[in-house]
């Protein structure tokens, strides 16, 4: 599960980075809190599965 979820952070990054340098400064910035909600959606479902497999 971890792992998946490191592989959509990597690749969303790779996705944006890749674009970041070429973008109007709206467009890049609408990028950039697309990618912030993603970040967070990925932390939070990290955070469940984490407190679901701690030890006692």
């Known amino acids: 599960m971890i792992s998946s979820l490191r592989g959509k952070i990597e690749n969303f990054d790779e996705a944006i980075s890749g674009y970041s ?27 469940k599965v ?3 497999f701690r030890p006692n």
Request: net charge positive; aromatic share 16%; proline share 3%.
């Open 21 to 47: 340098t070429r973008l109007p400064h709206s467009l890049w910035s609408l990028a950039m809190t697309i990618w912030q909600y993603r970040i967070n959606e990925i932390t939070n479902e990290y955070i």
């Open 50 to 52: 984490k407190k679901y």
